[in-house]
């Protein structure tokens, strides 16, 4: 939802200048005889329309493709009409907001005519398909999601995988009494970090394309996720490094301009990630 809400926040302009070019084909004199079939095969994002008089009362019932509703017939829409600023063109065009009937985004657009006010209300998801502002398919958007759900199960699968690997590790050190006790406690803590990691990186993809697709992508979502995962490598190889310049210094130190070369390589990684979320924060604080 708020995906489509920073969309239309981005093309409202044409948005709006597309629905204006939309209610100027509406023929005002021809809106009894289209409103009930014709309206909705033309304007396919078109939920809703019908009539307030000159009392401010809704004087026609609901239309809708499926049918009419005359529930709210001869209901005060003051309510409605108070907080309307109509522009030159006697048109006004509301803000995305929330249906309560259907749950969906909706903008309500209001013309005034003479004695009479015409209310039509667009499905916002429905009318950014039709502009070409986004695609969607809903056989497409449960494969990718089926998929997305069977990719982080998976991973976090191999996450538990690398942490029950990590307590082997711990559990064999102890049992098997090994010499390299030092080398066995690194291998456990780069395996739990990663297991970490990869658990994160499941979380956050399970969370935001299968369970919670309504989520925000607008906060960065993906630059803070691949920030933490790099940070989570980074540790890693950092531990590695630690081990490799023991393990040389313990054995030959003529060996020792190859952890100079990992560590090396761990440092541009930091320096990089750094850049990284400092142009990530910069744009954030620019947006």
């Known amino acids: 939802m708020k995906e489509t809400v920073a969309i239309y926040k981005k093309q409202r302009v044409f948005i709006e200048n597309s629905l204006t070019s939309m209610i100027a084909n ?4 021809q809106y009894d005889m289209m409103k009930e079939k014709s309206i909705f095969a033309m304007f396919p994002a078109l939920k809703a329309t019908y009539k307030i008089n000159a009392n401010n009362k809704q004087s026609t019932p609901m239309y809708t493709e499926d049918g009419s509703d005359s529930s709210a017939l001869g209901l005060d829409k003051s309510y409605l009409l108070g907080r309307v600023q109509f522009r030159e063109d006697n048109i006004y065009i509301s803000n995305a907001y929330v249906n309560s009937m259907s749950g969906t985004l909706y903008i309500t657009i209001v013309v005034r005519l003479k004695s009479e006010y015409l209310v039509y209300d667009f499905e916002l ?3 950014l398909k039709e502009l070409s502002l986004i695609e969607g398919h809903e056989l497409f958007g449960q494969y990718t999601r089926y998929f997305y759900a069977l990719f982080g199960f998976l ?6 995988a690398l942490v029950v690997y990590a307590i082997y590790i711990a559990w064999a050190l102890v049992v098997e009494q090994d010499k390299e006790t030092l080398a066995g406690l690194f291998r456990s803590i780069i ?3 990663l297991g970490l990691a990869i658990f994160d990186l499941s979380k956050t993809i399970l969370e935001h394309e299968v369970f919670y697709k309504s989520l925000s992508r607008s906060n960065n979502l993906e630059n803070r996720l691949l920030a933490r995962f790099l940070t989570s490598i980074i540790i890693a190889l950092s531990i590695e490094s630690l081990m490799v310049v023991f393990k040389i210094a313990l ?3 003529s060996k020792m301009i190859y952890a100079f070369y990992l560590i090396s390589g761990v440092a541009l990684m930091i320096v ?5 979320i400092f142009i990530m924060r910069y744009q954030g604080q620019k947006g």
């Open 26 to 29: 509406i023929d005002l004199d």
């Open 125 to 127: 998801y429905e009318l």
């Open 155 to 160: 991973l976090a699968g191999f996450s538990v």
């Open 191 to 193: 395996a739990l970090t």
């Open 251 to 253: 054995s030959d130190y």
């Open 272 to 276: 990089a990630l750094s850049l990284f």
